[in-house]
């Protein structure tokens, strides 16, 4: 894949919120002092009188994103995802997800892939945070197109949702015209019946690469791109299991709570077989090229396939 255009999907972000205006005139996007960053400065630029600052305090701006949408508007709420998760954690728990708010967190820099930023602000926790936040949706978009697909399709969910999105640029390989998306729906991208690579974010382009590469000794391993963590498309995570009897997770996260953890929480009642799950080990990370950190990490096309071998 390295002939394709890569792009951030951060940048699918900035460019979906500018799309969404279009259709949503009532909504309303907050920025914790990052919108060079988070990309929301391209929606400001546009729509000036529908963007507010908040300033580096993200409590605080969870607690007017939640005013704001009490009175019935929609709203996005950005920062950087160590701080929008992590440092806001208790506001988004009891003023947003509790009385089930139509605010969506548009979480940017998470991963490992965040590099030089280092542990500080590498957030590989994020996921298994909200997972445990009732009534909570959670996005994690493959490339920009999708990142950009899930920011429109916010305009017909309602309710608290929580959308990752990378800092690195990454292929871009949705571009094909009967792309759908559709939250709680994952996307089988490569068949095969041998094993299942079962992906989400970052990782789903490192999945594609290892398919061609294992397909070239003679195995076919099925691509599962899982955008959506949460609701989890239960039904095409138990045909992989029952059609594969193999599957590997693949995730720019820890391995604690996650993509990984979701699948082997649902395998483990209707359908028990062997689960790799490739993630960020019990381990913080730390300051690096981005490149050479997910390699480090065992986050690459490399260690799929040797996953996929075992």
């Keep these: 894949m390295s002939d394709t255009v890569k792009k951030a999907t951060r940048d699918g972000y900035g460019d979906g919120l500018v799309k969404l205006a279009e259709l949503r005139p009532d909504m309303v996007v907050l920025d914790a002092d990052l919108a060079a960053a988070t990309k929301t400065g391209v929606f400001a630029k546009v729509n000036p009188e529908k963007f507010f600052n908040c300033g580096i305090q993200e409590q605080n701006m969870m607690g007017v994103a939640a005013g704001v949408a009490s009175t019935g508007k929609l709203v996005f709420a950005s920062s950087f995802a160590m701080f929008a998760a992590g440092r806001a954690f208790e506001i988004i728990r009891n003023s947003i997800a509790y009385p089930k708010l139509n605010v969506k967190i548009g979480a940017t820099h998470g991963g490992i892939s965040v590099g030089e930023d280092g542990a500080s602000h590498q957030c590989n926790e994020d996921i298994a945070l909200m997972r445990v936040i009732p ?175 075992s």
Aim: glycine fraction near 8%; charged fraction near 25%.
């Design 135 to 309: 009534n909570m949706t959670i996005i994690n978009p493959s490339d920009y197109i999708e990142a950009e697909a899930a920011v429109l399709a916010m305009a017909e969910h309602i309710g608290p949702a929580y959308l990752r999105f990378g800092r690195l640029a990454a292929p871009v390989f949705n571009d094909n015209p009967d792309y759908c998306f559709k939250i709680g729906k994952g996307n089988q991208l490569r068949d095969g019946n041998d094993a299942a690579i079962i992906a989400t974010g970052l990782m789903v382009s490192e999945a594609l690469s290892a398919h061609d590469e294992l397909k070239e000794r003679g195995i076919n391993a099925r691509v599962i791109n899982i955008h959506t963590i949460k609701p989890l498309d239960k039904e095409i995570i138990i045909n992989a299991a029952k059609e594969t009897g193999k599957i590997i997770t693949v995730e720019e996260h820890s391995v604690i709570g996650g993509l990984g953890s979701a699948v082997c929480d649902v395998l483990s009642e209707v359908y028990p077989i062997p689960v790799k799950k490739i993630g960020v080990e019990d381990v913080f990370g730390y300051s690096g090229p981005a490149a050479e950190l997910l390699k480090k990490f065992g986050l690459s096309c490399e260690c799929i396939v040797k996953a996929v071998m």
